[in-house]
Structure formats: structure tokens, C-alpha cells
């Protein structure tokens, strides 16, 4: 198996430059190419250049390895590694021009399934910042050359606490009457809208947990090795495996606690 910190900086080197392409095309004007699976769920043209990019990098580098990314599909591993890329994470951020986009980027040993896999490294980039988050197995989790962790137990004002919302009007109700529940535990809530930066500021401890539905393999494969780096936990709620129906990051005490209010809840629908 390739040592995690030769994988881990490709996926930066990698991340920068498609990042720098993302942030590029965004200076020259967004183009919308299609929507996914609402009207308010958008893919621009730079969506799919930027995957390109990334996805012929790494069969340039790694031909041997699969590929798991948002708008190009799967290929299959011949090394048991694969690549879950997602070319611009937080696509309505990068149309409006919010500065809160990501490439995420991450190596991945087994099955491409959150539950079943081990991730090896990921690097989350946000090209209007420049902030790198980047993590490698057993090798801890870093911004730019800060090494980061997770927060402690949060302040009796209660804890912040990131979320996100589907893009389907029926799911958003559920999500906001869950939210309700959840707000005793909050001192506020946070909603960045890209997973990949909700799961890197859990693990620099700027949120102290985020919980979201729906997520797909690409949002949370870098950001959750991040998390897990940084001393933190990501799991599915309610003890149910990691990946579309449920999500849950945080640290000590306080991730039981979420839990316990979010699980009869999923349980529930």
C-alpha cells in the first residue's frame, strides 16, 4: 500500500491546482450547465472542467487506481485505492460568488462506500481563502502548517453546531423540524452550505460538531479523515453506517449527546 503522506500530497498538489482553475473561471463569469436533482440543485460548466482536470491528473500519476467522483461517475480500482473528488463542493456559493467553495479530494483503500472503506488521505481547499486542510492516516490533520484539532466540551452558552439543508422542499421540512430538537444543545447554528468546509471546521474546532442528511461519498470522504485526524468522531447517527442517511461529526462527550437527540428522530421517518 502507497505510504499516506505521498498520497496525501498529491491530493494537495492536485487540490491547489484545480482550485486555482475553479477560482479562475469563476473570475471570468458562471456558467450554469444543468441542474441535478432539483431546480435549486445546480451544476456549472467548471464543475465538470475542474473533475476533468483533477480525474486526468490522477490517471496521469496513478493509472492503476479507481476513481469515484460527483459528475463524471465511477472507475473501477485495479490497486484497491480509489479517488472520491468532488471538483467544487458548495456549487450555489461558487455561482453567487460567496467565498465559501471547496476541492475536495481523497484516497480511499477498499470499497468506495463511507461505511466500509479506509480513507488514507484528503485535502480540502478553498481557493477564496487559501486555507489547505489536509490529513493523512495516522499522521494528523493540518491547516496550511498549523496542525489542528477538535474542540473541547463546549461552553455552557451550549455548543456551535453546523448543519445543511436538501435541496428537496419535503426533506428541508423534516430537517427544520429536527433542527428544533437540536437548538436546546446550540448556542447558534452555522450553515456554511459546502460539507467538505463544515467537516474541515469541525476538525480546526471553529464549529464543535455538524450533522447533516444526505450527503453523498464525495462530500464528506477528505473532510471526515480530517475530523478523525484532528481527535474527532464521524459517524452515522444512532449507530447506523456512515454515508447518504446519516452524518455526525464531533468530539467527546458532546457527540453523544447530539446523538442521542438526533437518533429517535431518523429513527422516526
Known sequence: ??????????????????????????????????????????????????????????????????????????A???????????????????????PAYAVSI???????????????AGAVFNPATGEMFRAALHHGAWMNDRRIEVSGSPSPAGALIATGFSYDPDRRT????????????????????????DLASVAAGRVDAYYERGLWPWDLAAGALLVREAGGRVAGVGGAPLGRETMLAGSGEFFDRLDAVLAPLVRAE
Open 1 to 74: 500500500m502507497t505510504d499516506p503522506l505521498d498520497l496525501q500530497s498529491l491530493a494537495v498538489d492536485i487540490a491547489r491546482e484545480a482550485g486555482a482553475l475553479a477560482a479562475r473561471r469563476r473570475s471570468e463569469g458562471v456558467a450554469i450547465a444543468a441542474t441535478k436533482s432539483t431546480l435549486a440543485d445546480i451544476v456549472t460548466e467548471a464543475d465538470r472542467e475542474v473533475e476533468q482536470y483533477i480525474r486526468g491528473r490522477l490517471q496521469a500519476e496513478r493509472p492503476d487506481d479507481g476513481f469515484l467522483g460527483e459528475e463524471s461517475g465511477a
Open 76 to 98: 473501477e480500482s485495479g490497486s484497491g485505492l480509489t479517488w472520491v473528488v468532488d471538483p467544487i463542493d458548495g456549487t450555489v456559493n461558487y455561482a453567487y460568488g460567496i
Open 106 to 120: 481523497a484516497a480511499v483503500a477498499g470499497e468506495p462506500d463511507p461505511a466500509r472503506w479506509e480513507a488514507q
Open 174 to 197: 423534516s430537517q427544520l423540524a429536527m433542527l428544533a430538537h437540536v437548538m436546546p444543545l446550540a448556542r447558534d447554528i452555522r450553515r456554511i452550505g459546502a460539507g467538505s468546509l
